[in-house]
């Protein structure tokens, strides 16, 4: 383990100050941790805005190398004046901290920052897209309404010299309306890194049946009402398989899953079991053959897809932004349509004929992890951000 590197609160001025802000605790410390670690190794004075303190673990890993400032979370259904109450409350603090840089991790906390840009005077500001949410999947007008002014937003952000912006797939850059670039301050990272020894391959339980798994959040963008039908489907056909859904629901989002639907998973389904929520997600992988991320979109790169391929775990995806860029039809897994229980199905099966797969696209998933998404390379990338000698340089 890398020692850990502290920061000293009576360092002199010259020390960068960075400060992260967050809308969900636990998800930035689940998700982000290369890049504490890459503020830690620049020798930055380090300050989480959360809207919670960390759990004694975490508070016990990052004693010393972090102060966490509790702020109000934004959540989506809050009344303007509310919300706008808050970006005030988030800039106050910032004003006290006097960040060097400042990174926003979400769309609200992005959407947060550029509100409050003109009141801040930071050297440098970085926007982390992790997925355009369900304003950019759904269809409402209201929907509609919040995506072009968030966009708008974005786009007159990317004009300033000072801000830079970290996508997690090729698509949401120009979704956005950011027109594609070399400069250093435009950079693309494959999701948010995963740690290669924690996720190992492992041999796996004895096929049949075929056990396939699915993590997350239960959303309805993430896709898993397809992922029980297709299985139960394949189940009433004679297929020995299996469906373990793991993951808890998610109130703050727009479109939760209800109590309602997961006892329908569970009760009206053949062959789905539902799990609920498990922190040891490396053994969830050493027990099943296959991962399953159906998601309809608004994702960045789904950090559980990385965890399964770094385990050696094949998968089966949509064709939406982040799953596509990572996965290679044919060759970590396959690629389906969005919304089609039938190709979902038609994934499936090629593993129950072909159990050689397994091994093979599982091998192709862990070297692809290895190759671009590990917290090494993630971090890296986080380091050259927070060296602010660099410049809005070409990217080779």
Known sequence: MKPKVKFNKRASSRTTRIAFLANDTPFFFRHFIPAIEAAAAVQAQIFALLPTTPDNRVRSRFAGSMEVLETPQMRRKSPSWAFARKVLSIVSRLRHVEPDIIVGYS????????????????KRYVFVVTGLGTTDIASSQKSRFFRAIFYQLMRLANRSSRVW????????????GIPPTKRMRHLNLMGAGVDPDEFQPESKPRAPPLRLATVGRLVWSKGTDLAAEAVSSLVKEGYEISLDIYGSPDPANPLPVKD?????WINNHHGVHYRGYV?????IWREHHVGIFPTRGGEGLPRALLEAAASGVPTVVTRVPGCEDFVRDGIEGFIVEPESVEELKSAIKKFVHDPLLIAKLGQASRDRVLQTATNEIVQRRYTSIFSLENGDRRVA
């Open 107 to 122: 769309i609200r906390s992005i959407i947060a920052l550029t509100i409050a840009f003109p009141l801040l005077n930071a």
């Open 260 to 264: 309602s639907t997961i006892g329908e």
């Open 165 to 176: 912006f970290i996508f997690e797939n090729q698509s949401d850059a120009s979704r956005i």
């Open 279 to 283: 922190e040891d997600v490396p053994r």
